[in-house]
């Protein structure tokens, strides 16, 4: 039966940090680390004054803003936007971006994804990689009211205007609050005809403290921690003394996930209402 031991957990607080050319980077997941094929996770930091200059090359690169700094630019596609928390840039390969960090330090998540087979991504064009911010992203609530997600990188959602989010199936990715005694329901990913071996997914915690289950194990996480679940391994994450917000990752984004435990609600989700009195509109995960 899997346990505790068949996760990976790292703690970003604790784990070596090296110099790069911009600042200093942890390296928090990858294939030597916690036996992921498809994902490698930076936590970089981009020095005050200094900038960060990424050519995609032939990946899939996601960047997420940890935290505002007092001054910060992200550079895409010719165009300035403010690096604020929260928002960040999907690069297609061969695309590129640069993170200034003017007033104070910037703190980023950097995901690295292979390009798919022709397989996974299902018809979908690739590209071209796009600039995010909460602003321009949609929530969405689970039936049961106790979790809040913002995808940055999803295939199978739709803007305001009914145009797809992201065009590819290279990586899932977006941002997760839980409310107080909020939880997922025991469940698994597993593979698909076109990405048999399954997912490589993680969570980052952001802020508050979590509680990963697997079998009848379980652990603690503190903000700053990844934790790593092979695919196959079923899992829970709950909400532990609080509120909990992290983000989350799958790579590459064809799966099959199966409920294991016994919530109604299930995976059940729904945009958020446009206007007060809308009527709910599911997003439909399959």
């Known amino acids: 039966m899997p346990g505790i031991n068949d996760i990976s957990i790292i703690n970003s607080n604790t784990c070596e940090s090296r110099p790069f050319a911009s600042g200093t980077e942890k390296t928090l997941c990858g294939p030597a680390l ?25 990946d899939y690169h996601l960047v997420f803003i940890l935290r505002t700094p007092a001054k910060g630019l992200v550079h895409f596609d010719n165009k300035s936007h403010a690096a604020e928390e929260g928002a960040g840039v999907l690069l297609k390969p061969s695309e590129s971006a640069r993170f200034d960090a003017s007033g104070s330090d910037l703190d980023l998540l950097h995901m690295v994804v292979p390009q798919p087979p022709a397989a996974v991504e299902a018809g979908l064009p690739g590209g071209p990689g796009y600039f995010f911010n909460r602003t321009s992203l949609r929530a969405l609530s689970d039936a049961s009211g106790g979790r809040i997600r913002r995808f940055c990188a999803e295939s199978g959602v739709k803007r305001r205007d009914g145009s797809r989010l992201t065009p590819t199936n290279a990586i899932q990715a977006g941002e997760m609050h ?5 939880s997922s329901p025991y469940h698994v990913h597993n593979g698909t005809a076109a990405n048999p071996r399954g997912p490589d997914h993680c969570y980052v915690t952001v802020k508050g403290r979590g509680l990963v289950e697997v079998g009848s194990e379980s652990r603690e996480i503190e903000p700053g921690t990844l934790v790593y679940f092979p695919p196959g391994v079923p899992h829970r994450l709950r909400a532990h003394g609080g509120a909990l917000d992290y983000f989350e990752i799958q790579a590459w984004g064809s799966f099959k996930t199966t409920i294991l435990s016994e919530e109604a609600l299930g995976l059940k989700w729904f945009y958020e209402r446009d206007k007060p009195g809308e009527e709910l509109v599911e997003w439909n995960q399959s």
């Open 178 to 182: 839980y409310n107080e005694g909020g």
């Open 34 to 58: 916690c036996g992921a094929k498809n994902l490698t996770v930076y936590r970089r930091t981009v020095s005050k004054g200094q900038q960060f200059d990424l050519q995609a090359g032939n």
